[in-house]
């Protein structure tokens, strides 16, 4: 080969490379791009709000009177049934009042008894006695102004007569009133049911006492807490325990007011406690409160639990995603795939041509990572994922498929 043939090939040569050089610079210039396309599918929107465990029922007992506590069987974590014994107090005072106010009532008793049997009767008795003592003397009262007109007596005699008749009927008006006063509506039979009914009372009230130093759970529960131990003298007012009624678990959420719209009775949920978030479970909303907290703008809303987890106790902070609203056939994108989504004109890119076109969307439901667009894209647009900050509309991109 010549030389002059020689210089050409390697003329041809360099300027090949050269080529390629700027070919394989001017390519990788390009930016490079992850698309993914336009999927239809279901869309769930939710809500998610941290909140609380709240219990369904709790009791905090306290003292009612100055003693000191004697037996304290149960203590906080213990579960206790109805009606089980949680705290006793003194009541050896208390014990002797009762014993006072029923040997009261017994004698109150006793003298309604008499009243009735034996009074009521007396009276009667007498009453029928003054009766016909009053017969007798009007009898010869009668008898003997007869005889004084005839001649026959003297009016020193009438006037004996007519003072025992007016003995007479003397006795017998107390014997009626005596008959009246021990009968069901005399003044006796009424002071001694008034005797008996007050006597009832003080007993009722000696039992209430007493029955106020023995503190039983009302229904079953947990004891939260006891702030008492045995020997301890109380106060009237005294914190002694907490309990946890069993029942239905509640969660308590404070959404912003803003999310009111989007909530309704009878929505279902998802939470989680944040000490267990692998043990999801579902609840349903079944309160809205009717005001709103004007100081920091939210609303109470509680969630009703069916079926908790055991691990699930009071107070524990939970995770709550409520499903306020689905779309069942969307077109849907990932949520990385859409800028400016908080904003009120969204948009994403669009690689067509090998060139990104921005295009303005309109969304619609927001569920989680997919995010459903109602307007400004079709099945066949391969939408820009993460785009750069660094892309502009028109620029050349290369694909890559996500």
Same mark, same amino acid.
């Given at each position: 080969?010549?030389?002059?043939?020689?210089?050409?090939?390697?003329?041809?040569?360099?300027?090949?490379?050269?080529?390629?050089?700027?070919?394989?610079?001017?390519?990788?210039?390009?930016?490079?791009?992850t698309v993914v396309s336009v999927e239809r599918g279901r869309v769930v929107e939710t809500l998610?709000?941290?909140?609380?465990?709240?219990?369904?029922?709790?009791?905090?007992?306290?003292?009612?009177?100055?003693?000191?506590?004697?037996?304290?069987?149960?203590?906080?974590?213990?579960?206790?049934?109805?009606?089980?014994?949680?705290?006793?107090?003194?009541?050896?005072?208390?014990?002797?009042?009762?014993?006072?106010?029923?040997?009261?009532?017994?004698?109150?008793?006793?003298?309604?008894?008499?009243?009735?049997?034996?009074?009521?009767?007396?009276?009667?008795?007498?009453?029928?006695?003054?009766?016909?003592?009053?017969?007798?003397?009007?009898?010869?009262?009668?008898?003997?102004?007869?005889?004084?007109?005839?001649?026959?007596?003297?009016?020193?005699?009438?006037?004996?007569?007519?003072?025992?008749?007016?003995?007479?009927?003397?006795?017998?008006?107390?014997?009626?009133?005596?008959?009246?006063?021990?009968?069901?509506?005399?003044?006796?039979?009424?002071?001694?049911?008034?005797?008996?009914?007050?006597?009832?009372?003080?007993?009722?009230?000696?039992?209430?006492?007493?029955?106020?130093?023995?503190?039983?759970?009302?229904?079953?529960?947990?004891?939260?807490?006891?702030?008492?131990?045995?020997?301890?003298?109380?106060?009237?007012?005294?914190?002694?325990?907490? +309990?946890?009624?069993?029942?239905?678990?509640? +969660?308590?959420?404070?959404?912003?007011?803003?999310?009111?719209?989007?909530?309704?009775?009878?929505?279902?949920?998802?939470?989680?406690?944040?000490?267990?978030?692998?043990?999801?479970?579902?609840?349903?909303?079944?309160?809205?409160?009717?005001?709103?907290?004007?100081?920091?703008?939210?609303?109470?809303?509680? +969630?009703?639990?069916?079926?908790?987890?055991?691990?699930?106790?009071?107070?524990?902070?939970?995770?709550?995603?409520?499903?306020?609203?689905e779309s069942a056939d969307a077109f849907t994108l990932p949520?990385?795939?859409?800028?400016?989504?908080?904003?009120?004109?969204?948009?994403?890119?669009?690689?067509?041509?090998?060139?990104?076109?921005?295009?303005?969307?309109?969304?619609?439901?927001?569920?989680?990572?997919?995010?459903?667009?109602?307007?400004?894209?079709?099945?066949?647009?391969?939408?820009?994922?993460?785009?750069?900050?660094?892309?502009?509309?028109?620029?050349?991109?290369?694909?890559?498929?996500?």
């Open positions: 080969m010549s030389v002059k043939r020689r210089r050409i090939v390697g003329a041809l040569v360099t300027t090949a490379v050269l080529v390629g050089a700027g070919l394989l610079w001017s390519r990788s210039r390009i930016p490079e791009v998610a709000i941290i909140g609380r465990v709240a219990p369904q029922s709790e009791v905090r007992f306290a003292a009612r009177e100055g003693t000191s506590v004697t037996q304290a069987p149960v203590q906080a974590g213990d579960v206790v049934a109805a009606g089980q014994l949680l705290l006793h107090m003194d009541d050896a005072e208390a014990s002797a009042l009762v014993a006072q106010a029923e040997a009261a009532l017994a004698q109150a008793k006793a003298r309604t008894r008499e009243v009735q049997t034996v009074t009521s009767k007396t009276a009667a008795a007498r009453q029928a006695e003054t009766r016909a003592e009053l017969a007798k003397a009007q009898r010869t009262a009668e008898r003997e102004e007869g005889l004084f007109a005839k001649g026959v007596l003297t009016a020193a005699d009438v006037d004996r007569a007519r003072t025992a008749l007016t003995v007479a009927r003397s006795r017998k008006r107390s014997a009626d009133l005596a008959a009246a006063a021990t009968s069901s509506r005399g003044a006796q039979w009424q002071a001694a049911l008034a005797a008996e009914t007050f006597a009832e009372a003080g007993l009722l009230i000696a039992k209430a006492r007493m029955e106020r130093l023995s503190l039983r759970a009302p229904a079953a529960g947990v004891v939260t807490s006891r702030s008492v131990e045995v020997g301890d003298v109380i106060q009237p007012g005294t914190s002694l325990m907490t +309990l946890v009624l069993d029942g239905p678990k509640e +969660l308590v959420i404070e959404p912003d007011e803003k999310n009111l719209a989007l909530l309704s009775i009878g929505q279902v949920a998802m939470a989680s406690a944040e000490a267990f978030p692998d043990q999801r479970f579902d609840a349903t909303l079944d309160y809205i409160a009717p005001a709103v907290d004007a100081t920091r703008g939210t609303i109470e809303v509680r +969630l009703a639990v069916p079926n908790p987890p055991e691990a699930l106790r009071t107070d524990m902070t939970i995770s709550v995603d409520i499903v306020v609203g949520a990385s795939a859409v800028m400016d989504l908080a904003s009120g004109a969204p948009w994403i890119y669009v690689v067509a041509a090998e060139k990104l076109e921005r295009r303005d969307v309109t969304v619609g439901r927001r569920g989680g990572q997919q995010v459903e667009i109602t307007d400004g894209v079709t099945a066949q647009d391969r939408v820009v994922v993460k785009p750069s900050g660094a892309l502009e509309a028109g620029d050349r991109v290369r694909v890559v498929e996500g």
